[in-house]
């Protein structure tokens, strides 16, 4: 490690430097300046001072009640049903289910907090530092992540960035947000490094990011960029640095930072960085014994049986889910003494695809639940698994459906069928655009992307399980009430 000034005293953790699971360590910088920083020609310093941004999109992403509790309840992937009293929480996540919500909702205001938290440090940072050209370049694209997941929730947003001059910022709109992400990206990614590993941003992952911007372009601006999109994941795919594991469940195993397929992964880590809470968000109450878990699941997020039912029972991806009898950590079948007379499986805890109802009694023992992700023996209530934001399996199928919007079935075909055989499923000989939807909810589930797929494939607005179909307009969330109170300035999206 490198030495460090000692002036004044600025202490800086370093949070990426190493995969999660390991203690992570700090870099003490007494009274670095920014003229020193501007001449140093050591990355490691660079590494030091963007640590706080990264935190802070590590933060609360895989926790309840945020970012990506809203992508996945809103879909036809996941539900919170209520069990009595049990998870009724003002009816917020009966609502999401069912296309109903509202400004008012605290999932709503704690997804923008999170995205507007992280980029305020960014634009902090360069701020402070506004003469060192990589590390700059390296923030500017990821505030353009950022900006990502705000254009696909809201849509119409304040960029605010180090050239703000305060005040109350105003709504951009969505085909502005559009080009100032492109723009930020493509002006940037020469000056990003060639590799960087999984927990910061470089030149393959700014290309993955246009892959995700460009395949929705037509949704955000009314211009698709299909060629665009197939460009940018053919840079991905063909850069030689990522490869599809052979086994699916390696991307998000407990140990899963030597992932050969993951590109960018948030490091969490059940002592240092904490907030990956799934175990605990959709485990029955008795499932504790299973892992051994040292704290009491919640019973809470679920798979809704139609989804489960899309999965052929040779996918191997279908292990994605928790179903059937289950039993202690030393094999004893569990008993869930306080399960309901109706429940048609009784005592012993069993979790069924099918879910009795959504509202007011659902069983407490009903729906698929989520193990696509390990959890291992003795965890904590905070994973230690990386968590992939953007993975190969995923740029894959955008080059697949790239190639298939524009008529080259060919190269749509060849690249789905990679997926499919990982899965041990047997390949396409001809492929439609209904089926490649199906074909991303299986290989994607519980990976925060279904909600804009469905947008994008003209799903969103159709009737499922305990859904009406949805007013157009429910294709972009409200914006926060609470934003707008404190943000006169800010206008509200059509329809709230």
């Known amino acids: 490690m490198f030495k460090s000034f000692r002036k004044i005293g600025l202490v800086l953790p370093v949070v990426f430097a190493m995969g999660a699971c390991q203690e992570l360590e700090q870099e003490v910088l007494d009274g670095v300046t920014a003229e020193d920083i501007a001449a140093s020609n050591n990355p490691n310093l660079i590494n030091v001072l963007k640590a706080s941004a990264y935190a802070r999109i590590v933060g609360s992403w895989g926790g309840h009640n945020s970012i990506w509790s809203i992508q996945e309840v809103a879909s036809d992937e996941m539900v919170i049903a209520h069990k009595g009293a049990d998870w009724e929480d003002g009816g917020q996540w009966i609502r999401m289910h069912r296309h109903t919500w509202n400004p008012q909702e605290e999932s709503f205001n704690n997804s923008w907090n999170y995205c507007y938290s992280a980029i305020g440090e960014i634009n902090n940072l360069i701020i402070s530092y506004p003469n060192v050209p990589a590390l700059n370049a390296e923030l500017k694209v990821l505030r353009a992540l950022v900006y990502m997941w705000l254009i696909d929730s809201w849509g119409n947003v304040p960029i605010i960035d180090e050239n703000s001059t305060g005040g109350n910022p105003t709504n951009a709109t969505r085909a502005q947000v559009f080009a100032f992400i492109e723009s930020s990206i493509k002006n940037n990614i020469d000056l990003l490094p060639a590799k960087s590993g999984k927990y910061t941003i470089n030149k393959i992952t700014a290309q993955a990011m246009l892959a995700k911007l460009y395949i929705n372009a037509g949704v955000y601006t009314g211009t698709p960029k299909w060629a665009e999109a197939e460009a940018a994941a053919n840079a991905v795919i063909n850069s030689g640095d990522y490869s599809l594991t052979s086994n699916y469940f390696a991307n998000f195993s407990e140990r899963n930072g030597g992932s050969t397929e993951n590109i960018l992964t948030l490091?969490?880590?059940?002592?240092?960085?904490?907030?990956?809470?799934?175990?605990?968000?959709?485990?029955?109450?008795?499932?504790?014994?299973?892992?051994?878990l040292q704290d009491q699941p919640w019973n809470g997020y679920a798979s809704l049986e139609e989804f489960y039912n899309s999965y052929d029972k040779n996918d191997a991806?279908?292990?994605?889910?928790?179903?059937?009898?289950?039993?202690?950590?030393?094999?004893?079948?569990?008993?869930?003494?306080?399960?309901?007379?109706?429940?048609?499986?009784?005592?012993?805890?069993?979790?069924?695809?099918?879910?009795?109802?959504?509202?007011?009694?659902s069983l407490r023992q009903a729906g698929a639940r989520v193990g696509k992700f390990e959890f291992a023996t003795g965890a904590a209530n905070s994973l230690n698994n990386d968590y992939p934001l953007i993975r190969l399996g995923d740029?894959?199928?955008?080059?697949?459906?790239?190639?298939?919007?524009?008529?080259?079935?060919?190269?749509?075909?060849?690249?789905?069928?990679?997926?499919?055989?990982?899965?041990?499923?047997?390949a396409y000989t001809s492929i439609t655009l209904d089926e490649l939807y199906n074909e991303r909810g299986r290989e994607m589930f519980a990976e925060a992307t279904r909600r804009s797929d469905a947008i994008r494939f003209g799903?969103?607005?159709?009737?499922?399980?305990?859904?009406?179909?949805?007013?157009?307009?429910?294709?972009?969330?409200?914006?926060?009430?609470?934003?707008?109170n404190a943000n006169p300035s800010l206008k509200q999206n059509p329809g709230y």
């Open 267 to 292: 490091p969490y880590d059940q002592n240092n960085a904490g907030g990956f809470n799934l175990p605990q968000m959709t485990l029955h109450y008795s499932s504790q014994a299973t892992f051994n």
């Open 317 to 361: 991806r279908i292990n994605s889910f928790l179903v059937g009898p289950q039993f202690s950590s030393d094999g004893k079948r569990l008993i869930d003494i306080s399960a309901e007379p109706n429940d048609p499986d009784g005592q012993p805890l069993t979790y069924t695809p099918q879910i009795n109802m959504l509202t007011p009694n």
């Open 395 to 426: 740029i894959i199928l955008i080059k697949a459906e790239a190639a298939l919007r524009q008529g080259k079935t060919a190269d749509a075909l060849a690249a789905v069928n990679q997926i499919r055989n990982r899965a041990g499923m047997p």
């Open 459 to 484: 799903k969103w607005n159709l009737p499922w399980w305990e859904k009406q179909a949805s007013q157009p307009f429910r294709a972009l969330f409200p914006i926060p009430q609470n934003q707008i």
